[in-house]
């Protein structure tokens, strides 16, 4: 028996994505779309039965109770058509079981034809798991063997696995039935089986071939094998393949992945499920018994590309407003720049400098238009103000070439005659061990010898 419940709905369509707010329509076991990608179901259960939610491409919304109990019972959807299983018993009069056998409860989206099969002597365990291939026949779990059972509910054969089963789902179509057991996958695939090492509790069918699992992991099934897509995303709540794009849920947003760029689409939370429906990704947030659906297309991730590509064009032509360099190391925490050679000019300086435009000034404040700078010179960013304090490792005089004097200074901070400070502190810490003494005065020592090298790059 099939009845209509009024669901109070609201519709935003904003920055062309779609977010839909169903009121008190239940707690949301799954969602699908139909064979044509022209509607999309929310499977719920609201007041101990099953809700269907049906949203088509004009946002229409029709919501049909089933008049099933969804205690001690699971469910599988496949071709437009949502079947419910369950296992019964019947006694005889001393409460002895005389008949085991199952249920299974049948709802066509398109049609709205409802039918109940009976399965006798099977006895199926109810793991919250059951499936259904594309010609309708049924997969239930019997101990550790997967019971197939034809669309006319006679039995067709026991597949064997062995070993503990977790899950057992199929894909929307039908087309592949997975089973998940001690950390392996298995395919069903058209009567053929694989089997895959792959580590899950749960997998989340898609479209195409594709499937997550609920260890942040996206894969792809086709032609006997399985690949690995994507690894590491934060959710456990599925993940989406739509086109070249590949939707996961990346720090409280849902990322799209496409090749080796990643951008966020759309603010999402950590509990959000996501699946992918045709051209379509599905984001549903449970809150409480009301449920916000946001819907994300190609479209929107095109638009939301166009504008990372805007906004990164404009951060480009910003690039020339700061200093850059290939050769030196411009640290904008300290603004100071090292990794200049000592006896490097302006000239030399500016071929290996990217910005709009500079100017230089010796360690005493003077603008300086040619020659060698040196240790506390300052590089000015004329567009953003901006000053960067030369550093030349070994060059405590200021001048810009390493001698004698450099020495002389070292030593006489070693002697405490006349202590360095500030970049010519730094600048003094010849061996890079973070202190300066006389192992520093060796390492210049040796260096103006030719037998040490100084590194500049740090």
Do not use: W
């Amino acid at each position: 028996m099939i009845c209509i419940l009024c669901i109070a709905l609201s519709i935003i369509i904003c920055e062309a994505k779609t977010v839909l707010y169903l009121n008190e329509c239940g707690t949301v076991l799954d969602v699908f779309s139909d064979s044509n990608d022209n509607n999309i179901y929310i499977l719920c259960s609201v007041n101990n039965n099953y809700n269907i939610v049906t949203i088509n491409n004009s946002l229409n919304t029709c919501e049909n109770i089933i008049n099933i109990d969804v205690n001690n019972k699971t469910y599988a959807y496949a071709n437009d058509t949502f079947y419910f299983f369950s296992k019964e018993e019947e006694l005889n009069s001393k409460g002895d079981v005389v008949l085991l056998y199952t249920i299974i409860d049948s709802y066509n989206c398109k049609t709205g034809m409802s039918r109940q099969r009976v399965i006798n002597n099977a006895v199926p365990e109810i793991h919250g798991t059951f499936a259904v291939d594309s010609d309708g026949n049924y997969y239930m779990i019997s101990k550790n063997n997967v019971e197939v059972y034809t669309s006319n509910y006679k039995y067709l054969k026991t597949i064997s696995v062995g070993y503990n089963i977790i899950n057992l789902t199929n894909s929307p179509d039908g087309a592949i039935v997975y089973v998940i057991y001690e950390n392996k996958l298995k395919i069903i695939d058209n009567n053929r089986i694989y089997d895959f090492n792959i580590s899950a509790n749960k997998v989340y069918a898609g479209n195409n071939g594709f499937f997550s699992t609920d260890r942040g992991e996206i894969y792809n099934y086709g032609n006997g094998n399985v690949s690995a897509v994507y690894s590491g995303f934060d959710g456990i709540h599925g993940g989406a393949v739509i086109g070249d794009n590949i939707f996961v849920s990346k720090l409280d947003s849902l990322t799209a992945v496409n090749n080796d760029s990643e951008f966020s689409v759309e603010e999402i939370n950590s509990e959000t499920y996501i699946k992918s429906l045709g051209n379509k990704c599905i984001c549903i947030n449970q809150y409480g018994n009301s449920v916000e659906v946001k819907i994300v297309t190609e479209e929107d991730v095109k638009l939301k590309q166009s504008e990372l590509n805007s906004s990164q064009s404009e951060n480009n032509q910003n690039v020339n407003k700061t200093l850059s360099s290939d050769i030196y190391n411009i640290n904008y925490n300290d603004n100071v720049i090292t990794g200049i050679t000592p006896g490097s000019t302006i000239a030399e300086i500016k071929n290996n400098i990217r910005g709009e435009s500079f100017t230089f000034y010796d360690n005493k404040g003077n603008i300086k238009k040619s020659g060698v700078i040196g240790t506390g010179s300052i590089i000015e960013n004329t567009e953003t103000k901006e000053r960067f304090c030369v550093i030349i490792y070994g060059e405590l005089s200021g001048e810009g070439n390493i001698n004698s004097v450099d020495k002389t200074v070292l030593a006489n901070h070693i002697l405490e005659a006349a202590e360095l400070e500030g970049v010519y502190l730094t600048a003094a810490d010849i061996n890079g061990d973070s202190q300066v003494n006389l192992k520093d005065y060796v390492a210049l020592d040796s260096y103006m010898k030719g037998t040490y090298s100084i590194n500049q790059n740090r």
